[in-house]
C-alpha cells in the first residue's frame, strides 16, 4: 500500500472513530466528510440550536504532499499522538493550526 492511501485511511478511521461520540439531533446534525481525491477529511456539526445556527468543524485534515496536515481540532483528542500510534512516522504529520513559525519548535513536521 502506498503512503497516500494509508494516510487516507488513518485519517477516515481517526475521524470516524471521533464522531461516533457525536451524536446528532433532529437540530445538529453530524457530518463526516472525505473527500478522496482532493484529500479533505472533515467531522463538522451542522443545524440549528434554537435561534443559533450551528455550523462547526470540530476536526480538519488535509493530505499535501505526502504529509498529513492537522489543520483544526476543537477537542481535547491528541489526533496527533494517535496518528504516530497508528504508524505515521512524526515528520510527515504537520500542525497546520500552529503559525508556521512555531512549526519548527513541535516534534512534528515542519512542511
Request: proline residues 3%; glycine residues 4%; hydrophobic residues 30%.
Amino acid at each position: 500500500m502506498d503512503k497516500v492511501t494509508q494516510y487516507r485511511e488513518c485519517v477516515q478511521k481517526l475521524l470516524t472513530q471521533y464522531a461516533k461520540d457525536d451524536v446528532s439531533t433532529d437540530e445538529v446534525e453530524v457530518q463526516l466528510i472525505f473527500n478522496t481525491e482532493r484529500d479533505h477529511y472533515q467531522w463538522m456539526n451542522v443545524g440549528w440550536q434554537q435561534f443559533n445556527r450551528v455550523y462547526r468543524c470540530v476536526v480538519h485534515f488535509d493530505i499535501k504532499g505526502e504529509k498529513i496536515w492537522l489543520q483544526q481540532n476543537s477537542t481535547d483528542q491528541n489526533s496527533a499522538e494517535e496518528l504516530v500510534e497508528m504508524g505515521v512516522p512524526r515528520e510527515d504529520i504537520v500542525l497546520g493550526l500552529q503559525p508556521p513559525y512555531k512549526r519548527q519548535y513541535t516534534e512534528y513536521g515542519a512542511a
